[in-house]
């Protein structure tokens, strides 16, 4: 019998409810809705275990990571069905470097620490990877702020045998895959780019964060698209009344056959937290998997999935 990926998760915000709540989903259904890999070296959706999960929130410290998922500012839909409690209380996360050892300490038993705090903290995501690196637990960072394209932290995870992800998750079917693919299509197709913009609009805790403070986000979704130099990124916006849904216009003008115009406009609606569970679950049992298997440092297999690997600008 498969051994499951003990998994401690740093935030518990949208996307850790999204996760929690998928993966129960799954495993209660059997659906196949929704997933690009069923399994992964052996491993289902539904063979993940969370043994530990770190907050800042007092409301959420003290909880079962089963009821702190729901409460405010969270507002990730419920999916349905049961939820069984998962008997793993949040703890207090780190705030500052001080506080490493403690964290340390409380991964004791985790194979993955999934960092899906706010992006653009990035001496935060260090100490959380500090943290993981200390207590021999493999590292995913899905926010935007750099830790493995710094090459101090790819090699310090080679060295201690251990895997690191990141950085900043690629959405499953998000602005940045759906426009990074209509702007490969369009040079595919011998056409030239003139000028191309997307603007996201959300109503998740995600897009409050950054519609304040974008330093980190803005560079990493550029990573995530070709055509660099010519593509607009407009400020992220927060509507309240969207909940966890997020609404993208791409616009893509180019010129064709006798430099004639071509112009394309796409609206994309997607539960933004739900992208980010869809890529999440794969990125754990790629962390997983090679853990089990002794690979350490950066996971190459893992950068399609990621909008800021290794090599991309900070
Ligand atoms: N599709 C997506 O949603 C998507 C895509 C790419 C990247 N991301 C990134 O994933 C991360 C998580 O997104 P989310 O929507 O769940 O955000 P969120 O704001 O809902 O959740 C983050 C949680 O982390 C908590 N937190 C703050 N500081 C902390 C600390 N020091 N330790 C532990 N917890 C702390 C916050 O209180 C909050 O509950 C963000 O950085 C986001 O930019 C999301």
């Given at each position: 019998?498969?051994?499951r990926?003990?998994?401690?998760v ?45 907050a ?22 419920r ?5 069984p ?87 499953q ?45 803005k ?6 698209l070709?055509?660099?130099?010519k ?83 900070v």
């Open positions: 019998m498969i051994k990926v003990r998994v401690a740093a935030g518990v915000g949208n996307n850790t409810s999204a996760l929690v709540q998928g993966i129960a989903f799954y495993r209660h259904t059997g659906s196949l809705v929704g997933l690009r890999r069923p399994t992964i070296e052996g491993l289902g959706v539904g063979d993940i275990e969370f043994v530990a999960a770190f800042t929130s007092e409301e959420k410290v003290g909880r079962d990571l089963t009821e702190a998922i729901f409460m405010v500012p969270n507002n990730f839909p999916l349905g069905g049961d939820l409690k998962a008997d793993v209380p949040v703890t207090r996360g780190l705030v500052d470097a001080t506080e490493v050892d403690r964290v340390a300490a409380a991964l004791a038993g985790a194979e993955v620490l999934l960092y899906a705090a706010p992006s653009g903290r990035p001496e935060t995501a260090r100490a959380y990877a500090e943290a993981a690196c200390r207590a021999g637990v493999a590292f995913i960072n899905t926010t935007s702020d750099p830790v493995a394209r710094d090459p101090k932290w790819i090699e310090r995870y080679e060295a201690a045998g251990l895997p690191l992800v990141g950085d900043d998750l690629a959405s079917f998000g602005t940045s895959v759906v426009h990074d693919t209509l702007l490969r299509l369009l040079a595919e197709r011998g056409l030239t780019l003139v000028s191309s913009y997307q603007v996201n609009l959300g109503g998740t805790e995600d897009f409050r964060n950054l519609a304040e403070n974008a330093n980190t986000k560079q990493s979704k550029l990573n995530a070709s055509g660099a130099g593509v607009e990124l407009a400020p992220l916006g927060y509507l309240p009344h969207l909940g966890s849904q997020k609404v993208a216009h791409l616009n893509v003008e180019a010129q064709g056959w006798g430099e004639t115009a071509v112009s394309l406009d796409v609206k994309l609606k997607v539960h933004d937290p739900s992208g980010a569970a869809g890529v999440n679950i794969d990125l754990i049992r790629f962390a997983a998997s090679a853990l089990r298997e002794g690979r350490g440092g950066y996971l190459a297999e893992a950068s399609a999935l990621l909008k800021s690997p290794p090599g991309t600008a």
